[in-house]
């Protein structure tokens, strides 16, 4: 696929967007309205503002992330509301993805953050992550990278996983177990003082 089929995508994915009905698209046409610009060069505008943001602006790391999380949420609920499984996969597979990602950002992150543009480079690639391409980046990450290392280690996760669940769960039978023999103690002690005050009381009036 060539820059040109890319941008036309694109381009097809746009105008699909703006030609639905919801709260961004009524916020857009209100802004047509007023202004006398259209839609599509009102959201070329903000995304080209965006990206020089991104790369000077304050405050570019919670924008990225917004952009990353915003649109995909609003489509997997999509996705999740549709009878077809076709999108579900799609978007799980982003999913996986960008949780891959952020978990490898959070290690390296005090050393990402002196890169010069990270934040539009980042940005750039999870917009690549859920493009409506064919070589879409989440597709190609999972299945290159993801998946292999899944099926690999797959038993040996599960393994320590059932591990891990059958000690918490007989730990938490002990401490359970602990628990209610201290409470049978306590209330035992209890009951005995109380029949031991109940015999002096009753021994002092006599």
Same mark, same amino acid.
Request: net charge positive.
């Given at each position: /696929?060539?820059?040109?089929? +890319? ?12 030609? !639905?009905?919801?709260m961004v ?7 047509? !309205? ?8 009102? *959201?070329v505008g ?20 917004? +952009? ?17 499984? !076709?999108?579900? #996969? ?19 992150? +005090? ?7 990270y934040y ?13 391409? &064919? ?5 190609? %990450? ?13 038993? #040996? ?6 591990? %891990?669940?059958?000690?918490? /769960?007989?730990?938490?039978?002990? *401490? ?7 409470? /049978? ?18 021994? &002092?009036?006599?």
């Amino acid at each position: /696929m060539g820059l040109l089929d +890319i941008f036309s995508s694109i381009k097809n994915r746009m105008d699909k967007f703006l030609s !639905e009905k919801n709260m961004v698209t009524e916020f857009l046409g209100t802004l047509e !309205e007023k202004t006398g610009i259209k839609k599509k060069i009102i *959201v070329v505008g903000a995304a080209s503002l965006t990206g020089l943001y991104l790369m000077y602006g304050y405050g570019a790391a919670l924008v990225c992330n917004m +952009i990353g999380f915003v649109y995909p949420a609003y489509y997997s609920i999509k996705a999740l509301e549709s009878l077809s499984k !076709e999108d579900d #996969t799609k978007w799980l597979t982003y999913w996986v993805v960008y949780g891959v990602f952020s978990l490898g950002e959070f290690f390296s992150d +005090i050393f990402l953050y002196w890169f010069p543009f990270y934040y539009a480079f980042k940005c750039l690639f999870l917009l690549w992550c859920m493009a409506p391409i &064919s070589w879409n980046g989440s597709q190609v %990450i999972y299945n290159k990278v993801v998946r292999p290392i899944f099926l690999r280690y797959e038993a #040996t996760v599960d393994d320590m996983v059932n591990d %891990i669940g059958g000690r918490a /769960m007989s730990a938490a039978e002990d *401490v359970t177990r602990e628990v209610l023999c201290t409470l /049978m103690k306590n209330k035992a002690v209890s009951q005995k003082k109380n029949n031991h005050f109940s015999l002096v009381n009753s021994s &002092s009036f006599r």
